[in-house]
């Protein structure tokens, strides 16, 4: 596609209830990332790919959180038994490749999530 | 450690010129990032900085010291479209990770 697509867009949930958020990269970037936006901080690293791999899971926050990616293409990012806490805009990117020459990263317009 | 720091909010005039400053504290630092974003839509890159002194895009400028872990985004002639958040970020050598601070929430008034 011509950007990252994200859905979907809003999200409200009830605590506890299991939530799955989408990330459609731009087509031949192999690398997507997480990110995590709180109401007024900083954007906060949740996990990356390159290709169909998650060489780092260090900044998922608990092990309700997980994410995969197929095909090389499209991820999902699966929040488990929401809290609370885990509301926020969750924001994925990609780029060429990891690493690459700028490191620009193209960003989704975001999934909000909130959960009641 | 790892920690970047920037104002939490910055106002000023239309046709001015506004400085945001940008300091940071990062192991094996390789460049430093500056997004816009506006208000419910995605950032967007503005500039990427690895070698110290200013690059300049049209009414946006950035500038780097290494030495001194310090950047500033320089917007010119603002123009009420420029009202955003301005996120500052850095990148580590050999690393994937953009490491963000909480953004700057520019505000334009006529």
């Known amino acids: 596609g011509a950007g990252v697509s994200q859905s979907p867009s809003n999200k409200v949930t009830e605590k506890g209830k299991d939530v799955e958020l989408r990330c459609d990269p731009i087509?031949?970037?192999?690398?997507l990332y997480w990110y995590r936006q709180s109401l007024g901080q900083g954007l906060e690293f949740l996990i990356y790919?390159?290709?169909?791999?998650?060489?780092?899971k260090s900044g998922l926050p608990s092990d309700r959180f997980s994410a995969e990616r197929t095909g090389g293409s499209v991820s999902t990012l699966t929040i488990q038994r929401t809290q609370q806490e885990d509301s926020a805009v969750y924001l994925c990117a990609s780029s060429l490749e990891v690493g690459s020459s700028t490191g620009e990263l193209f960003f989704g317009e975001g999934s909000r999530l909130t959960v009641l | 450690g790892q920690n970047i720091d920037q104002p939490t909010e910055m106002t000023a005039t239309e046709g001015a010129i506004v400085q945001i400053n940008c300091t940071y504290q990062?192991?094996?630092?390789?460049?430093l990032f500056w997004y816009q974003q506006h208000a419910g839509e995605a950032p967007t890159f503005l500039s990427y900085?690895?070698?110290?002194g200013l690059e300049e895009k049209g009414r946006f400028s950035s500038f780097l010291s290494r030495s001194k872990g310090y950047s500033y985004l320089l917007l010119k002639e603002l123009q009420m479209k420029d009202s955003a958040s301005y996120l500052c970020?850095?990148?580590?050598?050999?690393?994937?990770?953009?490491?963000f601070g909480s953004g700057t929430r520019l505000l334009v008034r006529p």
């Open positions: 990062t192991s094996g630092f390789n460049g």
């Open positions: 790919f390159q290709g169909n791999s998650a060489p780092d």
């Open positions: 900085n690895v070698l110290d």
């Open positions: 087509s031949g970037h192999t690398a």
């Open positions: 970020a850095a990148s580590r050598d050999s690393s994937y990770k953009l490491i």
